[in-house]
């Protein structure tokens, strides 16, 4: 609520995870968490709707450069959750670039508050009753409850989304890792970057914060899908069909094409994704590789590759150099992964690691969090089915077996749905197979191979312009996936009417609508002085034959409906037809102002149609209106201001039937610079 509050008296201890010293506590005993949401919805969400997409989109590409510029302090914090420098990047640096990323977005939305959603609906036989969908922000606020894993880039991935959407946020981090989130949201909110109200920020266990939730506000959980499932049985999510979005840990499977023998390079580098998924962040990533499925000839070839590459791996302090991983975020964790790590051992063998008995670098192994990296082998995974079923949150994984593609897909599914899998092949019918076969289950498949190698991201790495998410297990959720993340904060209304008041509401032009038209041609008015609606009736052009022909030889098109009149038979056309894109360059021809003026260039073609034949002896017009203006940022100080603007270019024959419709970008100067 626009303070910062301690708390005092007792709370849940934050330990170093390297050396076990008590770092701080955290509580929420205190809080108001009505009042705390009630704040962000009265002051937070107004100051975000009154801005502009590409405003709140600026908003976020000005804190993702502070971030940037002050990255390097949240490192020797990140150490003392145990993770390593390149699992700190993933999270800090990976966070920032999500932010990045999110602020590129604000080009894929106009300059309003509220986004129009798809193409008009017409509802009527004469064009006076249509209908469309917009979106606007919702009037609630997001709570984000995180998991531990990722204290930086889970608050990042989720608040950029929210925020371009123009609705407020509290996020509750995870209480073990809480002083990392911390410390970040205290220089977000001392930049002054966010409206007073956007940011909200929780350190302690939060029982009680979705009391207060409303219709209009969003939930999203991150973490084990046991608590998943509990927050989204709570009374007042289900009272009040409060939309809530679970990203649950899953038994994600990398698996091994039959083609990927050992020698071939997607045999190493399945080798070298799986290593990388078991030690990343100490295993602890939602996302990481739990089951490895592979060929049962190549059982053997896969263990031995694998711990080799697993023997490298130095444990340690993460600010010593050449340590590879670090800990377990905490000694909670350490004992929950050990008990699951013995359940597993029930029905499967471990054939790398060892729970007691492995080396630690620059740190003592039993003040810290430390776990060896345990690599299982179940070798009758369809009968013992504890490997598709119990998940240890740490550096452990299962070797299994398959016959066949069939039985690889049928061992990927029995995870009963997760987040990711990985198909290494080179083979292009294994792959679809594979996709086509387990899409269903999984929300992402990486199809792994020398061809992407180079520059992929990896099994493990949710990008910010897909969806990361997944079925059953996984929660059932999708979060991030560029576009379609920022609507999950806005509310999509129906909206029908007369075209002109449509057109009113959403300052987008619809076909029928009023126009407006005077002397001076729409080209000869900067941006600020163009309205939706500004049209040009245009001179007409009567077609002919010469016509056809010369643009046949001008742009070779010289395809027989528009040359050869004695291969008409059996086509829809009667005679020779102009070229559709004659009809369109013509269209230009008559609607161009050839003055110097504000249009500085065409910007290009967004759509066409063409919807009736045009032949000689036939006349056409072209109606010209403003579709829809965005203004532009300016790239430096020597750029012009200026902007971009839509015209529907409608072109009509001599009965007044559209021949060819089409919406053009052009982009014009602004007045004032």
């Known amino acids: 609520m626009g303070q910062w509050l301690s708390h005092h008296g007792s709370g849940e201890p934050q330990f170093d995870a390297i050396t076990g010293e008590l770092i701080a506590t955290c509580s929420t005993e205190e809080l108001d968490f009505a009042a705390m949401m009630n704040y962000a919805r009265k002051t937070g969400g107004p100051a975000l709707r009154r801005m502009t997409f590409r405003e709140r989109g600026l908003m976020l590409k000005k804190l993702a450069l502070h971030l940037h510029s002050i990255r390097k302090k949240y490192y020797p914090l990140s150490f003392r959750t145990g993770a390593t420098k390149t699992d700190s990047w993933i999270d800090i640096d990976g966070g920032i670039g999500t932010l990045f990323a999110y602020a590129s977005l604000r080009r894929q939305f106009p300059d309003e508050p509220f986004y129009v959603d798809g193409e008009a609906a017409n509802l009527s036989k004469e064009g006076t009753f249509i209908g469309h969908h917009i979106m606007v922000p919702k009037r609630g606020v997001a709570i984000h409850i995180n998991a531990f894993n990722f204290p930086i880039w889970g608050m990042l991935e989720k608040m950029s989304v929210n925020l371009l959407a123009g609705v407020p946020c509290i996020i509750k981090p995870s209480e073990l890792t809480a002083f990392l989130t911390e410390a970040m949201v205290k220089d977000i909110i001392a930049s002054g970057i966010l409206p007073e109200g956007a940011l909200q920020l929780i350190c302690g266990k939060g029982i009680g914060i979705l009391d ?81 499925i592979v060929p049962e000839a190549l059982v053997e070839d896969v263990q031995i590759a694998l711990g080799k590459s697993l023997a490298r791996t130095v444990i340690g302090d993460p600010s010593v150099e050449g340590v590879k991983m670090g800990a377990l975020v905490a000694k909670s964790q350490q004992e929950e992964v050990r008990r ?80 990711v899998s990985t198909i290494a092949t080179a083979d292009k019918k294994i792959a679809k197979t594979y996709v086509m076969e387990s899409a269903p289950f999984h929300g992402r498949i990486l199809i792994l191979n020398e061809e992407s190698a180079k520059e992929s991201t990896g099994h493990g790495s949710p990008m910010p312009l897909l969806s990361h998410g997944g079925p059953g297990r996984a929660g059932g959720g999708e979060e991030m996936g560029g576009v379609r993340g920022v609507k999950h904060y806005l509310q999509r209304t129906a909206i029908q009417g007369h075209p002109t008041m449509i057109t009113a509401v959403t300052n987008q032009y619809q076909v029928g609508a009023e126009k407006k038209e005077d002397r001076l041609h729409p080209f000869m008015k900067y941006f600020e002085e163009l309205e939706v609606g500004d049209s040009l009736l245009t001179a007409k052009h009567t077609v002919t034959e010469t016509d056809i022909i010369n ?85 430096d100080e020597e750029d012009i201001r200026k902007g971009i603007v839509k015209w529907l270019v409608e072109v009509y024959d001599e009965v007044d039937e559209t021949v060819a419709i089409a919406t053009i970008l052009t982009m014009v100067k602004m007045k004032v610079q």
């Open 340 to 419: 699951r790590v013995q359940q597993l051992s029930e029905s499967s063998s471990i054939v790398f690691g060892d729970l007691d008995n492995f080396e630690v670098t620059g740190a003592e192994k039993n003040k810290g969090a430390f776990f060896s990296p345990i690599v299982f082998l179940n070798d009758d995974p369809f009968n013992k089915t504890a490997s598709h079923e119990v998940e240890a949150f740490g550096p452990v994984s299962t070797i299994m077996p398959y016959g066949s593609m069939e039985e690889a897909v049928e061992l990927a599914n029995m995870g009963k749905g997760s987040l």
């Open 212 to 292: 207060p939730v409303t219709s209009q506000d969003i939930v999203t959980f991150t973490g084990s899908a046991s608590t998943g499932k509990k927050l989204k049985q709570y009374p007042t999510i289900i009272d009040n069909a409060v939309p809530f979005n679970m990203e649950a840990d899953s038994l994600n499977a990398a698996v091994l094409g039959e083609d990927a023998v050992p020698g071939t390079a997607t045999f190493d580098l399945f080798i070298k994704e799986v290593r990388r998924e078991i030690t990343v962040k100490c295993g602890q990533k939602c996302t990481a590789i739990r089951r490895i």
């Open 551 to 635: 643009f046949a030889n001008v742009s070779g098109d010289r395809f027989y409906a528009h040359v050869d009149a004695t291969s008409l038979d059996g086509t829809i056309f009667e005679k020779n037809v102009a070229h559709g894109y004659w009809v369109l360059s013509k269209a230009a021809g008559l609607f161009v102002e050839p003055r110097k003026g504000p249009v500085l260039l065409n910007y290009g073609l967004e759509e066409c149609r063409f919807t009736k034949p045009v032949y000689p002896g036939m006349t056409i017009g072209v109606k010209l209106t403003v579709k829809q203006k965005t203004a532009q940022e300016k790239r």
